[in-house]
């Protein structure tokens, strides 16, 4: 329980600084927590994919019959499910289910955060921690991410960190059924769950003579992604066609990190807006909590996992302005951050989660309502 109340209390007051930014700029926390993104997975959870309004566009403008398919369905239709409830809207839906998913990721993060610390208690130079404390600041880190307002809005966030969290829970706990269906459901939430197929897969045939559990974890760890490119090849006749769609709808495809490399480098000699500059500093600390994380000899399927999403998103070209949310699923690499505060006192450790806390609040804030591109 404790985690929640940790998630919930620092999720408020990142709503409540929204919400005065909202004021100040005429606008509500209602229409930032569904803006860009947030309206195409309502549009389609309400509507499927067939009849999405033609209001909702790609980010070249247009809307074309296989625009919608950019989007995996797991979040789509979940919250329509839910929003087949009596009395509750859509939109309603998809607020509740990103509240509920991420009090089960703040569970499994103070579980994960716990078991890495005890595996890492003999080996690490950051030497033993209080498995308890190190779990409770990792919800704290995780709930305080720079972009962690995309918790609360209508973004599959919430959903990929709760199946992340939860699959490597079943690796580290060697409980393979769990870490193959998270896989799965993955898999068919968003395309960077390769990441997390691939970590499950590799983890379970290392621990093949686990027996069935372990091989049925490989065989459906990959069916949720597949299964959805499988839909997309259906619909547009090209095996393809989901690549080609992200390509030429938003601009990402696999650069090997030139578009990362330029924007850094350009944002931070020429830039005088906060939100690029920001953005560039959080891709550079992003890299640094990596290095931080090998140092501190974060167990492998942890790291690998992590690893695999920085690698994915920064060697990747698209909106840069997106970068800070994108990585949000690679807080597990906080773990050793978390290990340092639980070893100082209390007192010290909330001493410096306040600033982070407020800042987390105040660049979400900022990004939702002051800045005038998608994110």
């Known amino acids: 329980m404790i985690p929640i109340l940790l998630f919930l209390g620092i999720r408020a007051i990142g709503i409540l600084v929204l919400a005065r930014f909202a004021q100040l700029r005429n606008t509500s926390v209602g229409d930032a927590l569904w803006l ?11 509507y499927g994919y067939s009849d999405v309004p033609f209001t909702q566009t790609d980010a070249r403008g ?12 797991g979040y789509p239709m979940l919250v329509g499910a839910v929003a087949k409830l009596p009395l ?23 579980r994960l955060g716990a078991w890495c610390t005890r595996a890492m208690a003999d080996r690490s130079p950051i030497g033993k921690v209080d498995p308890a404390r190190a779990g409770l600041f990792l919800v704290a880190l995780f709930a305080a991410t720079p972009m962690s307002i995309v918790l609360n809005m209508a973004y599959t966030e919430a959903l990929f960190c709760t199946l992340g969290v939860w699959g490597l829970i079943g690796v580290m706990e060697r409980r393979w ?18 990441v997390l197929i691939g970590v499950v897969m590799l983890a379970a045939v290392l621990a093949r003579r686990d027996g069935w559990r372990a091989w049925t974890a490989v065989v459906i760890s990959p069916l949720g992604y597949l299964g959805y490119l499988a839909v997309v090849w259906a ?10 769609i992200q390509t030429e ?15 850094v480098n350009e944002t931070l000699v020429h830039s005088g807006e906060v939100a690029p500059v920001a953005s560039a500093w959080i891709i550079l600390s992003t890299l640094v909590m990596l290095g931080l994380a090998v140092w501190a000899r974060l167990p492998w399927p942890v790291l690998l996992y992590g690893t695999l999403v920085v690698a994915s998103i920064v060697l990747s070209s698209g909106l840069m302005m ?18 340092v505060l639980a070893r100082w006192r209390t007192s010290v450790g909330v001493a410096v989660m306040v600033p982070v806390v407020m ?4 660049f979400g804030a900022h990004m939702l309502t002051v800045y005038p591109h998608a994110m």
């Open 249 to 263: 709808g938003w601009g990402t495809e696999f650069d090997w990190g030139r578009a990362t490399f330029t924007f």
């Open 36 to 46: 860009w993104d947030g309206k195409w997975m309502v549009a389609i959870a309400e």
């Open 359 to 362: 800042g987390s609040a105040w």
């Open 88 to 110: 509750i809207t859509p939109y309603g839906a998809a607020i509740t289910v990103n509240l509920v998913l991420g009090c089960i990721a703040a569970v499994g993060a103070a």
């Open 322 to 339: 997106s970068r800070a949310r994108l990585l949000l699923p690679a807080f597990v690499l906080l773990i050793p951050v978390a290990m």
């Open 62 to 73: 247009l809307h074309t019959p296989d625009t919608a398919y950019a989007f995996f369905p």
């Open 235 to 244: 619909h547009t006749g090209s095996p393809t066609g989901w690549f080609r």
């Open 177 to 194: 059924l769990l870490a193959g269906l998270c896989a799965m459901l993955a898999g068919a939430s968003r395309p960077t769950a390769v």
